[in-house]
């Protein structure tokens, strides 16, 4: 995954997190991940496992096919 997917899948993240007025700290909780690693996603630094995309999509209500094709559109 290049830099520029990995920032596109973050901004995704944070915009609908954003969305549904959640924090960091909330999505992590409901996603059992830290919140460190919630915004390191958030700001494109990691890319993450699929266990934790499918955590954060279940949470954010986010389709998995539609994150992946916004990656390969950018």
């Known amino acids: 995954m290049s830099d520029e997917q990995k920032k596109i899948i ?4 944070s915009n609908k997190r954003a969305e549904l007025n959640l924090t960091q700290q909330e999505l992590a909780e409901k996603s059992n991940l830290s919140r460190s690693y919630i915004a390191d996603i958030e700001a494109g630094r990691y890319i993450p496992s699929v266990k934790s ?3 954060i999509a279940s949470v954010l209500k986010l389709d998995l096919n539609f994150l992946t094709k916004m990656t390969e559109i950018q």
Do not use: P, V
């Open 10 to 13: 973050g901004e995704i993240i």
């Open 53 to 55: 995309l499918i955590a």
